[in-house]
Antibody, heavy 123, light 106 residues
Framework: QLLLQESGPGLVRPSETLSLTCSVSGDSISRSFYYWGWIRQPPGKGPEWIGNIYYSGSAYYNPSLKSRLSISIDTSKKQFSLKLSSVTAADTAVYYC???????????????WGLGALVTVSS | SYVMTQPPSVSVAPGETARITCGGDNIGRKSVHWYQRKPGQAPVLVVYDDTNRPSGIPERFSGSNSGNTATVTISRVEAGDEADYYCQVWDSRSPVFGGGTKLTVL
């Protein structure tokens, strides 16, 4: 059974960098065709896609976050990570990691999610 | 960017049928996925590509998509179905989510 678990600081100061890691167990992070993604959900709002990464390191970012965002992957550790710089209170959210599975209709879906990690941006 | 509208809340009695909608411009031309999120649990995919159920999801969950509305239908609702439900599509090479609907089982 595939399990994903987010880890990282729950409190980040404004203007600093938010860093989270997702640990994957129960399956290979290097399987072809699967991407690994980050999604966040601010309080009282719907989910927002942050970005995806392939085991090769190819990454795709939400254009609205791209200038502040970096997603990386370490296949030897079975982990992928998120760094979001220059954070503000608007970045306060529950951050989820998830696996993106290819669909026959070419509209992939997130078939496994972590529990989520609440990150609060506050001084 | 593509906008999808979900009702903030839907309430049904146990045993009845719940229908949660997701409205969007010509959403019937897109493939819609649905997720269930319960407090303290990881979100779960309940319907993908409009009508398909992942392994382990009860047959009580079904989906449809036509015109400007996609719908997830939960038949014979149980207390354990109480959760937030989100629709998701792809637009301009990015996943986009609806605002979510809270299903309350009375």
């Amino acid at each position: 059974q595939l399990l994903l678990q987010e880890s990282g600081p729950g409190l980040v100061r404004p203007s600093e960098t938010l860093s989270l890691t997702c640990s994957v167990s129960g399956d290979s992070i290097s399987r072809s065709f699967y991407y690994w993604g980050w999604i966040r959900q601010p309080p009282g709002k719907g989910p927002e896609w942050i970005g995806n990464i392939y085991y090769s390191g190819s990454a795709y970012y939400n254009p609205s976050l791209k200038s502040r965002l970096s997603i990386s992957i370490d296949t030897s550790k079975k982990q992928f990570s998120l760094k979001l710089s220059s954070v503000t209170a608007a970045d306060t959210a529950v951050y989820y990691c998830a696996r993106l599975t290819p669909s026959v209709t070419s509209t992939d879906y997130f078939d496994s999610w972590g529990l989520g990690a609440l990150v609060t941006v506050s001084s | 960017s593509y906008v999808m509208t979900q009702p903030p809340s839907v309430s049904v009695a146990p045993g009845e049928t719940a229908r949660i909608t997701c409205g969007g411009d010509n959403i019937g031309r897109k493939s819609v996925h649905w997720y269930q999120r319960k407090p303290g649990q990881a979100p779960v995919l309940v319907v993908y590509d409009d009508t398909n159920r992942p392994s382990g999801i009860p047959e009580r969950f079904s989906g449809s998509n036509s015109g400007n509305t996609a719908t997830v239908t939960i038949s014979r609702v149980e207390a354990g179905d109480e959760a937030d439900y989100y629709c998701q599509v792809w637009d301009s090479r990015s996943p986009v989510f609806g605002g979510g609907t809270k299903l309350t089982v009375l």
